[in-house]
């Protein structure tokens, strides 16, 4: 279940326009959102490369590593 905010598609548009990069200039395009809430909403549900649902074996694994 994916929560959907009117300001989903005016965000990726600017990031689209201005990278995601500058999130105060891209915060001014999104009405009555700051810029950390625009970055957070981009790294955490709107990014295209984000890979979602459950780790795989080898991820896991990698990661389990790194804390032996």
Known sequence: FLLYFPQD?????AVATHGAKN???????????????CLHRWQKVLNPE??????????YIVKTDDHL
């Open 9 to 13: 598609n005016t965000l990726r548009d």
């Open 23 to 37: 999130w105060k200039q891209i915060a001014d395009c999104v009405e009555g959102r700051t810029d950390v809430q």
């Open 50 to 59: 984000l890979v979602k649902g459950p780790w795989t074996k080898e991820v």
